[in-house]
């Protein structure tokens, strides 16, 4: 038998934040398993986008290991944006004390379950605002406003209870959009904003910090068991592992590059004054949303947590 | 999850070799594609037939890839509905009593189809049944006739709107209202070729000439016509405006057409309609099909990373950027040869990109440069669809009609070599409307 | 020829006949309803009286999913897809020999289909799209249906094909919809 090789699967280049993250889980894994081992990381979408990714690793081919968003999880597990959604976390020390004490393992118990695809690690911790080409500061402001959400209905059920007016635009098709005026906004983390270069566009940045991002890295199932016993314990903890180093990434790297940004005259942060007032809106269509998928406890123990 | 079975130069070498064997054997070239993907997808332990499935799902489930219908059957109603049909009085009142003129007006309608379908395969089909029998009973040689007609549609992509503006700035992240601008002028200049090539050969061969009509049937001809020339301005216009977005522009193109049609010229009948449907789902079909399995052979390429490799011995030439865009023309025009537009964008255009990118190629430029090559590719032999198509209308040949589609070609390529060394043909319009849309 | 094996072959004529303007049929329509989605989505965001529907990206997909996959299986029975120009001009048994090695070659990409197809559509067995939350089984089932379609076609052009290169008849026109039907009923 010839040398275990594992692939993995980025949307990025060397600089982004998964890439890094995925980059961590292959050194982590080697050093882990000390017997040789290819690791081979596939960047700038090469093997497509991440919704295709979890599908390769849902049958078991082609990608191994991806750091994909749970909104692409969706057509498996109806409940797997809930990891992602927006104003579940106050702010990142709730967000971490939620990852630190596992509170979304049932979710991941149930994608496992599903697609057979195991959540192994967290990275994320990008703070998402409304990217938007006029200044916004308040609800008054953000009335109507035509802004681009992410492709699974939590996202325009919360967006449009806190007034505006969610899209659901093709990602590559964002930028464009917003230039010719068909949207007014987006939302994004300052790592998605740098990369598409959406401050070009639109360069207000309303600091409504509605959502922090979660990032699972993802393993195949079926290439999982396929592996010698050390070298599965090795995969579990090194998922870990990156997953926190990814995290420590991109939300500390969140701050630097908007504070970049606007130095270098491309971008202007706007205090969001009424993210109480957007939160109480939307808390209702929350609780009505995990209660459909059966998150209701997972809401409740998160929201307890202070 | 244990290693490859092929290098990258044996998977490359199968990938090729396959291709090529098999449109040597006359299998379809979408299904010859797919045939390349099979031997690899079966033999490698971590890829399997599905994979092939996979990929062409994956290609079809894309919202930019709707602008093909869209298009197509813009074209088919206005056909159906008289709007073609205004425009060739409109065409001929201008240029008939130039020499040649049936052949000068096969240009100029080309020109006027162009700025309302965005689908150069839409006009060579619907001209070639237009021209081509006209032409030959007033005397002009078949394979002039089919040649003209088969280049004059290559305008259609070249002119906004155009398909493979869409998918190129929705595959490379370009904006796709820069593009639409910067075609504005090559295509001009294309026209303008042609109809100089038309007037070298009627001059030559002693074409016919109508007589020159008088000012008020121009006059009248262009208020009827004034209609469906609003569109490409309603086209354009819209997604400067930020009324819709590109795709959604085919949309807008479909409806206006049926508007004028069903309400304005009124002369579409259910028939026509239904052949309209029926005629832009078959050929829908048999053009995303084949891009589908592209993506499933380009999707190979680079998961044995050959596109790397490539640039890699590419790079290393260090070629200037006019030598980089002569470079990448000259890549476009013979993978055109071979392969239909938009597979060759998805797998050509994403190698390329990186490189044109290093030589400080402004994107719009580089785009306008392989769109213009790719362009062309529908007329080279032996893969060129429009040519395949004229000749299938006029029952002839394709080999008998080489001479003179060649003899046509040198002067678009003296076009697009002036595009190349000369960016401001491309670039001037988008600078001048809406600098924003370049980096 | 006996008798039995031409009413046979006259009968598969018949069905292929019948299954390919049915294909035309649904082709027509859903090239139709396409145009719907997308100018819903595009008057949703002049107008109030139009709701703004989230479904509306992905149901013009998943049409152009159907519209390609109905298209490609035409495309085999008229032999419209493309091919490239090399051979000369061959009739009789030659072009027969040559038109069964490309059919060869498109049967069996239509294997393929079917055999991958199932196991395709089984992986989308329990998953729903992610907007319009339409089972994904009811998108992915096109590939089986259409390495099928494609193997009733081929077998009734390869049996032809096949039965010209023994000597026993003349050969067809590659495109039967042009000869026996006009153009669409
Ligand atoms: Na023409
Ligand atoms: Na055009």
């Not at chain 1, 592992?241 to 990434?249: L, V």
Request: net charge neutral; hydrophobic share 50%.
């Amino acid at each position: 038998q010839g040398i275990i090789e594992l692939h993995g699967a980025s949307q990025f280049n060397d600089d982004h934040a998964f890439t890094k993250s995925l980059a961590k889980f292959g050194e982590l894994a080697s050093s882990c398993y000390g017997k040789p081992l290819n690791i081979i990381l596939h960047k700038n979408s090469e093997l497509g986008l991440e919704k295709q990714y979890f599908e390769y690793m849902s049958q078991g081919r082609a990608v191994d290991f991806a750091i994909v968003s749970p909104a692409h999880m969706s057509t498996f597990s109806k409940a797997a944006p809930f990891i992602d959604a927006p104003f579940l976390f106050r702010d990142l020390a709730h967000w971490n004390k939620v990852l630190d004490q596992d509170l979304l393992k049932p979710i991941a118990d149930e994608i496992a379950a599903r697609a057979d695809v195991m959540l192994i690690g967290y990275a994320g911790g990008g703070t998402r605002n409304i990217f938007v080409n006029k200044p916004v500061a308040n609800m008054d402001d953000l009335k109507g406003l035509k802004v681009r959400v992410q492709g699974a209905p939590i996202w325009s059920r919360t967006f449009a209870a806190a007034g505006m007016s969610p899209t659901v635009i093709a990602y590559n098709e964002v930028y464009n959009a917003i230039q010719n005026g068909v949207i007014g906004a987006g939302e994004n983390e300052a790592a998605g904003v740098e990369q598409m270069k959406f401050f070009e566009v639109a360069p207000n940045l309303a600091m409504t910090e509605h959502a922090i991002t979660i990032r699972p890295i993802a393993f195949s199932g079926k290439t999982f068991k396929k592996l010698p016993a050390d070298l599965q314990q090795c995969v579990i903890k090194a998922g870990k592992e990156a997953g926190a180093h990814g995290r420590q990434i991109e939300s500390s790297e969140d701050t630097a590059k908007l504070e970049a940004l606007e130095k270098a005259g491309r971008l202007k942060r706007i205090a969001f004054k009424d993210r109480d007032k957007m939160k109480k809106l939307v808390d209702p269509v929350m609780a009505e949303y995990a209660k459909e998928i059966g998150a209701e406890d997972i809401l409740k123990k998160i929201n307890e947590i202070k | 999850m244990t290693g490859a079975v092929l290098s990258p130069n044996g998977a490359a070498l199968v990938l090729f070799g396959i291709f090529f064997g098999m449109m040597a054997l006359r299998v379809p070239v979408a299904f010859a594609l797919g045939l390349a993907c099979l031997p690899i997808l079966l033999i490698e332990p971590r890829l399997s037939a599905v994979t092939l499935v996979q990929e062409t799902f994956n290609a079809y489930n894309s919202f930019i890839l709707l602008a093909v219908p869209f298009f197509l059957l813009t074209a088919n109603l206005m056909n159906v509905g008289g709007i073609t049909d205004r425009l060739m009085k409109l065409s001929r009142s201008m240029v008939g009593h130039f020499p040649g003129g049936l052949a000068q007006i096969n240009v100029v309608l080309s020109f006027f189809f162009a700025g309302i379908s965005g689908s150069s395969t839409a006009d060579a089909a619907s001209q070639s049944k237009i021209f081509i029998e006209a032409q030959r009973k007033e005397g002009y040689d078949d394979s002039f006739s089919v040649a003209i007609t088969a280049v004059s549609a290559v305008l259609a992509v070249i002119i906004p709107p155009s398909i493979l503006m869409i998918v190129w700035g929705g595959v490379l992240t370009v904006s796709i209202g820069a593009l639409f601008l910067a075609g504005i002028i090559p295509g001009l200049l294309i026209a303008l070729a042609q109809m100089v090539t038309v007037h070298a050969y009627a001059k030559a061969r002693g074409y016919p000439t109508y007589p020159r009509a008088t000012w008020g049937a121009l006059l009248s001809s262009i208020a009827i016509s004034l209609p469906a020339l609003m569109t490409p301005l309603i086209i354009i216009g819209g997604k400067l405006f930020g009324w819709f977005t590109a795709t959604e522009s085919a949309c807008i193109a479909v409806l206006y057409a049926g508007f004028l049609s069903l309400l304005v010229y009124r002369e579409m009948d259910m028939r026509g309609l239904k052949d309209a449907l029926i005629d832009t789902g078959k050929f829908t079909g048999v053009a995303l099909f084949c891009v589908g399995t592209a993506s499933a052979f380009g999707w190979l390429l680079a998961y044995y990373q050959i596109p790397r490799a490539i640039l890699t011995g590419v790079s290393a030439w260090e070629l200037g950027p006019i030598g980089t865009g002569f470079f990448i023309a000259f890549v476009f025009l013979v993978v055109g040869c071979f392969l239909d537009a938009i597979p060759a964008i998805i797998i050509v255009g994403t190698i390329l990109e990186p490189l044109a990118r290093s030589t400080g190629l402004d994107p719009v430029h580089f785009a306008m440069i392989g769109i213009v090559s790719l362009a062309f590719g529908l007329v080279t032999p032996p893969y060129g669809l429009c040519l395949m198509i004229a000749c299938s209308v006029a029952k002839v040949r394709m080999r008998s009609v080489l001479r003179d589609t060649i003899i046509m070609l040198i002067p678009m390529l003296l076009v697009l070599a002036l595009l190349i060394v000369w960016p401001p043909v491309a670039l001037f319009i988008p600078s001048l409307v809406s600098p924003e849309f370049l980096k | 020829m006996t008798e039995a094996v031409t009413g046979a072959r006259n009968a598969w004529r018949r069905v292929t006949r019948c299954y390919s303007a049915f294909l035309s049929w649904v082709l027509m329509i859903a090239v139709a309803i396409l145009v719907i989605p997308v100018a819903l989505q595009i008057f949703s965001r002049f107008t109030t009286l139009i709701p703004h529907y989230i479904w509306t990206e992905e149901l013009a997909r998943f049409l152009l999913v159907w519209t390609v996959m109905i298209g490609a299986m035409i495309g085999v029975r008229e032999s419209s897809h493309f091919e490239v120009d090399v051979w000369p001009v061959l009739s009789g048994r030659p072009e027969a020999a040559i038109r069964l090695v490309s059919r060869f070659g498109v049967l069996v990409i239509a294997l393929v289909f079917v055999w991958s197809g199932v196991e395709f559509t089984r992986f989308a067995w329990y998953r729903t799209s992610e907007l319009a939350e339409l089972p994904l089984w009811m998108i992915h089932i096109a590939w089986p249906i259409a390495g099928f379609t494609w193997l009733i076609f081929l077998g009734e052009q390869m049996w032809d094909e096949l039965n010209v290169l023994l000597g026993r008849s003349s050969l067809p026109p590659s495109d039967p919809a042009s000869h026996i039907e006009g153009a669409i009923q």
